[in-house]
């Protein structure tokens, strides 16, 4: 079982960047499909990015494309997510997930079997 623990969140201002980190440990990363979601209050879970084993093939939500970006450092068990251009519905708690099976790629939350606890990130206006 992976366990999964983010950082990185705070409050920025709109423009402002923020890097998240998701430090993954008791399995074996390299094998598993990475991806952030994001939850905002009174609205469901949804999906923002989502990585490859070897990282080198990624996808995104349209609300974030060409803004933020995924990468991870299999040496590290370590994934990002890089926010650049921050606007206030941005605002949520983001968490990382590990899709453990089957292909890397997915945007639902049901196939992500582990999740770490979140972090908040508030982007003022």
């Known amino acids: 079982q992976v366990q999964l623990v983010e950082s990185g969140g705070g409050l920025v201002q709109a423009g402002d960047s923020l890097r998240l980190s998701c430090a993954a440990s008791g399995g074996t990363f390299s094998r598993y499909g990475m991806g952030w979601f994001r939850q905002a209050p009174g609205k469901e879970r949804e999906f923002v990015a989502v990585?490859?084993?070897?990282?080198?093939?990624?996808y995104y939500a349209d609300s974030v494309k060409g803004r933020f970006t995924i990468s991870r450092d299999n040496a590290e068990n370590t994934v990002y997510l890089q926010m650049n251009s921050l606007k206030p519905e941005d605002t949520a708690v983001y968490y990382c997930?590990?899709?453990?099976?089957?292909?890397?790629?997915?945007?639902?939350?049901?196939?992500?079997?582990?999740w770490g606890q979140g972090t908040q990130v508030t982007v003022s206006s």
């Open positions: 997930a590990a899709k453990v099976s089957g292909s890397w790629y997915s945007r639902t939350r049901a196939e992500f079997g582990s």
């Open positions: 990585i490859s084993w070897s990282g080198g093939s990624t």
